[in-house]
């Protein structure tokens, strides 16, 4: 399928990092754009405003080898919402020569404005698979988290976050399970106060995850005010 490239920015919708950029290099191999003109901007932490200003840099240098080119932008672990309405005028007007790919891991985390400018490509991901051991251990975890000590919390903010690229798929899985937990209770007609107590647990546990994929705060911070609050 190949897109009127002169329409849309496209925004592709994927959990796998992986997965959402070869699908762009894929659309850039369909509408015969050279690798040389194919670029990739990747980031260690959510896309600020200043990440966004090197971007549009790239965005308007012209093609070398092809008649349009091609920029990526891996927004997989997210992008300020500074940087997206950095993004506003130019995904709306792109230059003539140039396709604007943004990846992003859900859709519910960027602004309508930017939605609205985007041609919207939603990938059908894996569903995460919990062993039984793993879902037992993010069990006790979301039933001792509300009754623990203050140290005990830090301590696990602490080994949470010794791995940055971790934090994100930690709250996803956790949040995987908490549904499952809500779910059963209130099919199981439980006691009120504990669907609210894992209502409740979800929602602050949704929370930091989305904003640690739209600011840059430091995730042990932000686990730690999680967990303490809980």
Known sequence: ????????????????????????????????????????????KAIGIEDIRNFLKQVILKPIRSKTKAVVL?????????????????????PDNTIIYITVPNKNLVLPTVLSRCKIIELKDKSIDLSKQETTQYLNILVSLPSSGIGEKLKLAQDIAKNKDEVIPWLERIILVA?????????????????????????????????????????????????LNL
Not at 187 to 203: F, T
Not at 214 to 222: E, H, I, K, Y
């Open 74 to 94: 891996d927004g997989s672990k997210g992008l300020t919402t500074e940087a997206q309405n950095a993004l506003l005028k130019i995904l709306e007007v792109p």
């Open 179 to 227: 549904r499952k937990v809500l779910i059963e209770n209130i099919k199981n007609k439980n006691d009120p106060y504990l669907i609210s107590q894992y209502l409740n647990i979800l929602v602050s546990i949704n929370k930091t995850h989305v904003i640690l994929k739209t600011t840059n705060v430091n995730p042990r911070l932000a686990l730690e005010n999680l967990f």
């Open 1 to 44: 399928m190949r897109y009127n490239v002169n329409m849309h920015s496209f925004l592709i919708v994927s959990k796998n990092r992986q997965t959402a950029i070869d699908y762009a290099f894929g659309l850039c191999k369909k509408n015969q754009i050279d690798k040389f003109d194919s670029g990739l901007l990747t980031f260690e």
